[in-house]
């Protein structure tokens, strides 16, 4: 009677155990930006996610290289279910084995720009890093809108100018841009570095790397021109400001936003559901609208006037696709250098 009470209450406890671990594995954690698109995916596409599959949603907001740092961090139970990332930092993913291959894309619907080998991760988004600029600032002055990477260095502009920092995208593009600009690139990038040094570092009001603090730069005339992505120039278009996106002769640059589903023993199949859904003609929609996100998805149009910011059609075709595999091997050495000789 004994064992057999023993034994049942094993079972009841066994049972318990295994309910807690199904009700926990009933959440997903995603790692991925913060801003609007967080507000974006908190209030348009998570509450309609967790009522179609019965889940729970947690939502991590975080830069790309921090994202990829708490995964590296606990490589044993990794925080996240899915990430999403700037397409650079998702290749060091990617080599580092943190991605698994996602199943059943939609690939006829897909531009060729959105695979990753292996389907190890895909683009969710395009965007295009250029200029921006103060359109009434530039009218009162009667200032030419700005064509070109070199017009960073117009002496006009003295302490004027905002750029990210190089351990962001979109300061990274402009260092590359100015390279090439300069008879070099990813693979020879001392002369972008001279051209910051000698001829951009006067103008710069700052290196900031806070999307809320550009904005508050701006708003307060401390800076009329700038580096940013198109995603983040058209939201700030969005609230009124009279901010316009060029891109410079020199070509912009492509910047993916790219999800993947996290290699992990306990994955749930819902990571990879989740990543499909964000491909969906429905929610490129809201990515096209709400963040300024050029479609990857072919069925999703962009309306006539939002082009100015978003990339589609022939001017994402006319966008310089950096070369990752030499920027990863040398972007820690460039960001210690950055740090060493121009923002000192």
């Not at 708003?219 to 009329?224: D, G, H, L, P, R």
């Not at 595999?325 to 121009?342: F, G, S, Y």
């Amino acid at each position: 009677m004994k064992i057999a009470r023993t034994l049942l209450l094993g079972s009841a406890f066994m049972l318990t155990l295994t309910a807690v671990a199904q009700a926990e594995s009933k959440t997903l954690y995603i790692g991925g930006y913060g801003g609007s698109f967080e507000k974006t995916m908190r209030e348009q596409v998570i509450p309609a996610f967790e009522k179609a599959h019965d889940v729970k949603v947690e939502y991590v907001a975080g830069n790309s290289t921090d994202t990829l740092a708490k995964i590296q961090a606990q490589k044993s139970a990794p925080p996240f279910d899915v990430i999403l990332l700037d397409d650079g930092p998702m290749y060091q993913a990617i080599q580092l084995g943190v991605c698994k291959p996602l199943t059943d894309l939609p690939v006829d619907q897909l531009y060729d720009i959105a695979r990753f080998p292996e389907d190890k991760a895909v683009a969710v988004g395009v965007v295009g890093t250029g200029l921006m600029y103060n359109k009434d600032y530039f009218d009162k002055q009667g200032w030419p809108a700005p064509t070109s990477w070199a017009d960073l260095a117009d002496p006009k502009y003295k302490g004027k100018v905002v750029i990210p920092p190089i351990n962001n995208t979109y300061g990274l593009h402009a260092l590359i841009m100015a390279a090439k600009m300069n008879g070099g690139g990813e693979e020879k990038i001392d002369p972008g570095f001279d051209f910051f040094i000698d001829k951009v570092n006067d103008n710069v009001l700052a290196y900031e790397p806070s999307p809320g603090k550009m904005t508050e730069l701006f708003q307060s005339e401390q800076a009329v021109i700038g580096v940013w992505g198109t995603g983040r120039v058209h939201s700030f278009a969005k609230t009124g400001f009279p901010v316009a996106f060029v891109y410079p002769k020199e070509k912009a640059v492509t910047l993916l936003a790219v999800a993947c589903a996290v290699e992990k023993p306990d994955a749930s199949p819902l990571a990879n559901e989740l990543v499909k859904e964000m491909l969906t003609p429905h929610v490129q929609d809201l990515m096209v609208s709400e963040y300024g996100y050029g479609p990857v998805n072919k069925n999703v149009e962009v309306p006539e006037a939002a082009r100015e910011f978003i990339p589609s059609g022939d001017t994402v075709d006319q966008l310089y696709n950096a070369d990752w595999n030499d920027i990863n091997a040398e972007r820690e050495n460039w960001t210690k250098r950055w740090n060493r000789e121009v923002e000192r």
